[in-house]
Each structure stands twice: as C-alpha cells, then as structure tokens.
C-alpha cells in the first residue's frame, strides 16, 4: 500500500522550479514539496537573504538538493533568460511552481498607475513568460505520443497559485483581484493547449490564509470578525493547509486533472 500511495504522491526524483518560495504560502510549498521528495530550484531576487538561508536550511533538513537562482520577476529580460541559463546548468525540470507575487491596497478611485503595473506585471505577466518559456522547452522534448496520449500526459506539471478572489472579488485591491482573475482563465488556456502534449496546467486558490500578505486584515476588527464569520472553517487558513493540494497537482495522482482551479478556503467559496 505504501509504494501504491508513493506512486501518485511521492515526488522523489523531481525537480522543481519555484517562485515566491522563501515567505508564507510560498514558504508552505517549498516545505511540502521537499518533504515528497522533490529536489528545489528557487528563484529569488535577493539570494542571500535571511528569508533564502532560512528555505534553504528546511530543504536540507528534508535531505533534498537545493539551487539558487536570482531573478526579479519585475526583470523582462532576466524573466526570458531564467529557463536556458537552468538547463544549460544541467538541469532538467519537471514541474513548475508560480508563487511570486505582489500586493497593494487602496481605494479604486485613487489606485496608482505604478502599482497596477507592477501587480500586473509580476502577479500575471511573468506567469506568462515562465511559463510560455518551459512550454517551448517541454514541447520540444518528444514528450508527446499521438498514438497513446495516456503515456505522457502529466509528465511535466505546472501549478499557478491563484487566490479565492480569482472567483470572488474583494475591495481596495482591484489590481490584485484582476490578475488573479485573469490567472484562473491563463490556467485554462495553457491547459487546453498543452496536457494532450504532456504538460498539464493547474491552480490552487487559496482562501484567507494567515501570512504577511493579510496582516493589513488580521487586526481585530470588525471587519476581521465578519471575514471570519463567512468562513465555514472559522479560523485563517495556514500555508501547511496547501500541502495536500500542491503535492496532489504535482504528482501522478494528478495526471488526467487538468485547467482546474482547486479551492483551498476552509468553505468560504461555497458560502
């Protein structure tokens, strides 16, 4: 039964390439992806920092090979180069794990220009290019068999971390919402294009989870306590909430689940 349930959850032999990996959810998945087994290609504007060593240090101790990368998802031309410097270095990579993101509140009629670049920018465009980037590589690697697409489709794996306001929009973060809006139908559309040739493409959307994104709405509000009070779960969600999901999307159990966008909220969609 063990090796059974190995086969589709384990991730021994994989290597994983990372975004947004060192702090809250981010952190969760990286922790979860190593503990299946899967070696760790992080991508990080700032290598040696406190939140990197601390990442790197939890990989080790999962007994998991950990790589560096710096890259600034703000940075177009680093973005495009990312993918060839990786597997000109030898690697080969299976799956690819989009956490990376950006943040920020204010009044729609006074949102910044500036911010809603920048969010859109890193929170979906750069999705896009990794992700059109891999898909070059991973199409030009024999991985589809007309004959049998069975054998090959979930060889590669791509997982987007969307949020519940993918479906349900909230206030003061309009740019925030809208990329990750448009992320749940980028899911969809890599997806129909790309899983019969081997790669599917999924999402996670996370509910209300307690890191520093949300620290601005965990203040013991009233608007706190009504937030808490839509959630079935009734607490904040953590990011070792998401390890289920994110192993489930990256292994073999996953392979004919494709464009999906699989809530993990405590019930708050289905209120």
């Known amino acids: 039964m063990e090796s059974y349930l190995s086969s589709l959850f384990g991730l021994s032999g994989k290597k994983v390439l990372i975004t947004g990996g060192t702090r809250g959810i981010g952190r969760g998945l990286v ?5 299946a087994g899967a070696d ?7 290598p040696d920092s406190t939140a990197v060593r601390g990442m790197t240090s939890i990989i080790e101790s999962c007994g998991r090979k950990y790589y560096i990368y710096p890259c600034d998802l703000s940075d177009r031309a680093r973005l495009l180069s990312i ?17 990376g993101g950006l943040q920020h509140r204010s009044p729609a009629e006074d949102f910044p220009d500036v911010n809603w670049d920048e969010i859109i920018g890193v929170n979906l465009t750069a999705r896009f290019q990794l992700s059109r980037e891999l898909g070059k590589l991973w199409l030009n690697t024999s991985l589809r068999s007309p004959e049998n ?17 993918t479906y349900s929009a909230s206030t003061e973060i309009p740019a925030y919402v809208s990329s990750k809006g448009a992320l749940g139908q980028l899911t969809k559309a890599f997806n129909n294009e790309w899983m019969a040739k081997g790669s599917n493409v ?3 959307a996370p509910g209300y989870i307690s890191t520093e994104l949300t620290t601005a709405l965990r203040d013991g509000s009233e608007k706190e306590k009504n937030l808490m009070a839509r959630i079935p779960a009734a607490r904040w969600g953590l990011p070792s909430d998401l390890a289920g999901a994110i192993i ?19 019930g708050f969609l289905g209120r």
């Open 31 to 35: 922790t979860a992806l190593a503990s």
């Open 40 to 46: 760790i290609i992080l991508l990080a504007r700032d």
């Open 83 to 99: 993918v060839p410097e990786i597997t000109r270095d030898g690697h080969e990579i299976d799956i690819f794990v989009h956490c």
């Open 149 to 165: 697409p069975a054998s090959v489709q979930g060889k590669k794996k791509i997982v987007f971390i969307a949020s519940a306001t």
């Open 202 to 204: 999924n999402a996670i």
């Open 248 to 266: 489930h999307l990256c292994g073999k159990s996953s392979d004919y689940v494709g464009g999906e966008i699989h809530a993990v909220d405590g």
